[in-house]
């Protein structure tokens, strides 16, 4: 039988002009708020324009086929390359699919299942639907994490609408599953957790935020923080401005110095860990 794997990731805009379209995606077809427009353009421009989202996982796609020997496709859910563009170029009897989000949710993951089934309803895929506490991956996060050690450390995750914890969705907990894996892999007997990138919206999202964690330890005293955001695998705007950016000028206003480790990006773990992931999806 033949083999391939197709990595799903969110996608972003490569050009300030495109943002007004990318988040009409975002939100399903529903026109976005012109402020919200504007204060998302004006955070590209401050990360040079551009995410970079598009190259890593391009990165990420060629290092896995190099490492598994079959072909490795890639696509976006709001983005191009469009999840619709990518699927009807896999031609193979089984396809790993692997969503670049480590923890499950209705809300992200079961967004990628949704959208790549109606887009190719006969295509044998095999989802690695959860692969938060996937020891290579566990491992990937350590090896970033422990230069930067000691610290006062605060592990971060990409919120979501409290809704979701009607249906018994796990995002939360993996997410939290995740960031105690890899405190145990660096030995930290002590760390805290908050949600970060809170949408734009009315909607009640998961806390503690970031902002509330800096502010506590501003009380504390604390004047060196590690932030390290284990729900994100590559760079992106959500780390790009709202740590590299944006917490890190909230925490400066407040006498914290704010530190963090190289993101997976290009990380040779993480293509291993990946590539064990695909291996159980197509052994399944």
């Known amino acids: 039988m033949s083999d391939a794997v197709l990595l799903l990731a969110h996608g972003a805009p490569t050009r300030i002009e495109d943002v007004e379209s990318y988040l009409s995606y975002v939100r399903a077809g529903r026109p976005p708020n012109p402020q919200v427009v504007e204060e998302v353009k004006h955070r590209y421009a401050q990360i040079g324009g551009a995410s970079a989202l598009l190259c890593w996982t391009a990165e990420q796609a060629e290092a896995l086929q190099k490492l598994l020997g079959v072909p490795v496709f890639f696509a976006m859910r709001n983005w191009h390359p469009f999840i619709r563009e990518v699927v009807p170029q896999v031609r193979a009897d089984r396809v790993a699919a692997i969503c670049l989000a480590p923890q499950f949710s209705d809300l992200s993951v079961g967004l990628y299942i949704k959208r790549t089934v109606e887009a190719a309803p006969t295509l044998n895929l095999v989802w690695a639907r959860s692969y938060h506490d996937e020891p290579l991956l566990i491992e990937a996060f350590a090896e970033r994490l422990r230069p930067l050690l000691p610290g006062r450390v605060l592990f971060t995750a990409h919120s979501l609408p409290e809704k979701i914890l009607e249906s018994g969705d796990p ?88 530190r963090r480790p190289e993101s997976l990006n290009g990380s040779p773990t993480f293509t291993k860990a990946l590539a064990e992931v695909a291996k159980r999806c197509l052994a399944a």
Do not use: N
């Open 171 to 258: 995002y939360a907990d993996e997410c939290r599953a995740t960031a105690a894996l890899v405190a145990a892999g660096t030995g930290l007997r002590s760390y805290d957790f908050a949600f970060q990138s809170q949408g734009m919206t009315s909607d009640k999202w998961f806390g503690p935020t970031v902002e509330s964690v800096l502010d506590h330890y501003a009380a504390e005293g604390v004047r060196d923080v590690i932030i390290d955001p284990i729900g994100f695998v590559c760079d992106h705007v959500e780390i790009q401005w709202d740590i590299d950016i944006g917490f890190r000028d909230y925490a400066a206003a407040r006498g914290i110095s704010i």
